[in-house]
């Protein structure tokens, strides 16, 4: 994989500007040199993140938020019976709003809404669990994405990869150049991971069960882009 770096013109084009401020950075005469260390890391997804979506309605709020309890508490019972873990269940955008008639703007009721995140360590399992949560009563699946599993991913060891890949891009440009490293002006990171997502469904069925499921991998990698004060070597 080619790696992005700025050399050349910005190396020179910043000479004199450096030289101006000379007394605030000392021996500093000549420019930068602007290097992109990556390292990057495919992992296999051989887990899930789902998420169900829940609505209930009624005539009072009080009515909708006992009824939206109860649903969410039978979603949760029905999917932990497939092993999956109270901990990992998270809760989010809950929201309670008024409803209204479309035509006369007259108060109809109250609706209910809310997301549950369910983490699914083996997706072998994956089908089994959207079919226990749309059966107990979800009225939407919003998304699936495909997942490796927790702690799979070790980001310091590929920050560090990155940094390495970072010095010798340095130390090679600065060679072929004439070069010589006297500093570093800046180091900023940028991460990213890429997660597929290959289903999106606001339909229930059955045949969920023998639904074939393919992972899939994920790509983790850590980005640093180096900014060294360099000169004319001696």
């Known amino acids: 994989m080619k790696k992005p770096f700025m050399i050349g013109a910005t190396i020179f084009a910043l000479a004199i500007p450096l030289a101006a401020h000379a ?3 000392p021996n500093i005469d000549a420019g ?8 990057i890391q495919a992992v296999e997804n051989t887990a899930a993140q789902v998420t169900f979506g829940l609505q209930t309605n009624g005539v009072t709020s009080s009515e909708v938020v ?18 999956i873990d109270i901990s990992d269940f998270e809760t989010d955008n809950i929201s309670l709003r008024q409803t209204a008639n479309q035509e006369t703007g007259a108060p109809t009721g109250y609706e209910m809404n809310n997301s549950v995140h369910i983490y699914v360590s083996d997706i072998k399992i994956l089908g089994d669990v959207m079919t226990a949560a ?7 699946i919003d998304s699936v994405q ?8 070790d980001m310091d060891k590929l920050r560090t990869e990155a940094a390495g890949d970072a010095i010798s891009q340095a130390r090679l440009y600065t060679e072929a150049l004439g070069l010589e490293i006297i500093g570093i002006q800046s180091v900023n ?8 997502v290959p289903m999106r469904s606001m339909l229930k069925s059955d045949a969920m069960e023998s639904m074939p499921v393919a992972g899939g991998s994920s ?7 180096v900014t060294y004060f360099v000169r004319i070597a001696d």
């Open 23 to 25: 007394s605030e950075e």
């Open 32 to 39: 930068t040199l602007t290097v992109t260390g990556e390292a």
């Open 66 to 83: 006992q009824a939206n309890t109860e649903l969410l508490a039978t979603v949760f019972a029905r999917v932990q019976s497939l092993g």
């Open 134 to 140: 749309t059966n107990a009563g979800v009225n939407r």
């Open 146 to 153: 495909m997942v490796p599993q927790k702690g799979t991913v």
């Open 189 to 196: 990171e940028a991460n990213g991971e890429n997660y597929p």
């Open 219 to 225: 790509d983790f990698s850590s980005r640093l882009n």
